[in-house]
């Protein structure tokens, strides 16, 4: 029997991490890709994405991000942040959700 890996699943519940959410907001406040900033640990976990995997992971990290209570700003801003996988993200802006703050 083959198991299958839900891609999809592990990097949203990587992406609800605490510590992911935490560069998130870091980002929107920097006006820069979320994906910039969620570099280092991306990398450790998931070090090797494929065409497929980097465009469910920017809808995902886009999910979050409205999860969150931001909004979509800007699409194709580059990224130049050194071992990112990504050339290019979104921006958002807002402000996080009243029950994000108190979590």
């Known amino acids: 029997m083959v198991l299958a890996f839900d891609f999809r ?3 949203l519940a990587f992406l609800r991490e605490d510590a992911c959410r935490a560069l998130i907001v870091a980002a929107v406040r920097f006006d820069h890709p979320p994906l910039a900033f969620l570099t ?3 990398n ?3 070090p090797h994405l494929t065409d497929g995997e ?3 992971t920017g809808k995902l990290v886009r999910q979050v991000a409205e999860e969150m209570g931001f909004h979509h700003d800007r699409y194709h801003v580059r990224i130049n942040t050194p071992g990112c996988q990504f050339d290019r993200g979104s921006t958002y ?3 996080l959700l009243a029950a994000q703050i108190a979590a």
Do not use: V
């Open 93 to 95: 802006t807002g402000e």
């Open 40 to 42: 280092d640990p991306m």
């Open 9 to 11: 699943a592990s990097m």
């Open 54 to 56: 980097k465009i469910t």
């Open 44 to 46: 450790g976990r998931y």
